[in-house]
Nanobody
Framework: QVQMVESGGGLVQAGDSLRLSCAAS????????LGWFRQAPGKEREFVAAIIWNDGRIRYADSVRGRFTISRDNAKNTVYLQMNSLKPEDTAVYYC???????????????????WGQGTQVTVSS
């Protein structure tokens, strides 16, 4: 059973930084795609960033490119999302997800992921 646990959310001011962590257990992720999504109240879950665990290929949503950085630590089986220059519109519940069934071309879609964490709240005040 794969378990994923996010941490690092909180309340910050616009322009501040946060680093989210997602610790994964149950298996190694050498052949997985790991992703971050977010969901604001009343909105659909949206793609933020993804990384292929094996080769480090990365992609970002246009709304966060240049401000957010996804990375992974193989030894800790953990994926991170470094968020800089946060904006009020970044306020959402952030979820990490893992996929061993999806393809890279579909990694921006939540339906491509078969394992999810419980989410961590990020609130950015103006």
């Amino acid at each position: 059973q794969v378990q994923m646990v996010e941490s690092g959310g909180g309340l910050v001011q616009a322009g501040d930084s946060l680093r989210l962590s997602c610790a994964a257990s149950g298996r190694t992720f050498s052949s997985y795609i790991l992703g971050w999504f977010r969901q604001a109240p009343g909105k659909e879950r949206e793609f933020v960033a993804a990384i292929i665990w094996n080769d480090g290929r990365i992609r970002y949503a246009d709304s966060v490119r240049g401000r957010f950085t996804i990375s992974r630590d193989n030894a800790k089986n953990t994926v991170y999302l470094q968020m800089n220059s946060l904006k009020p519109e970044d306020t959402a519940v952030y979820y990490c997800a893992a996929s061993n069934v999806g393809r890279w071309y579909s990694s921006t879609f939540a339906s491509a992921y078969n394992y999810w964490g419980q989410g961590t709240q990020v609130t950015v005040s103006s």
